[in-house]
Nanobody, 129 residues
Framework: QVHLVESGGGSVQAGGSLRLSCAAS????????MGWFRQAPGKEREGVAAIDSDGSTRYAESVKGRFTISADNAKNTLYLQMNSLKPEDTAMYYC???????????????????????WGQGTQVTVSS
């Protein structure tokens, strides 16, 4: 079992920055893909970014050049650095870990939800104009 806890959300003005963290405990083997998702009110959850065991990353088009996903395996922590935030980035942000997907070499986009087996409870990000 893997327990994921997100933190770092908050309220910020447009153009500002936030860094989300996702602390993992339990089975913290770092050989599987991890990702960040978000869900805005009334919308479906969407993939934001993903990282694999080799450090390869994938991003949604809407956040490319603004968001950076990274992992510190020694600390069992996943990060999402969010810069140049926009009001449309307002959402609940979730981290997730796959129990089967290891590399992103043959995948061009952020892997969909069904690829992930463990989810955190989410952290709210609100961006005001």
């Amino acid at each position: 079992q893997v327990h994921l806890v997100e933190s770092g959300g908050g309220s910020v003005q447009a153009g500002g920055s936030l860094r989300l963290s996702c602390a993992a405990s339990g089975d913290t083997y770092s050989g599987y893909c991890m990702g960040w998702f978000r869900q805005a009110p009334g919308k479906e959850r969407e993939g934001v970014a993903a990282i694999d065991s080799d450090g390869s990353t994938r991003y949604a088009e809407s956040v490319k050049g603004r968001f950076t996903i990274s992992a510190d395996n020694a600390k069992n922590t996943l990060y999402l650095q969010m810069n140049s935030l926009k009001p449309e980035d307002t959402a609940m942000y979730y981290c997730a870990r796959s129990n089967s997907l290891r590399i992103l070499a043959d995948i061009e986009e952020v892997p969909p939800e069904y690829e992930y087996d463990y989810w955190g409870q989410g952290t709210q990000v609100t961006v005001s104009s």
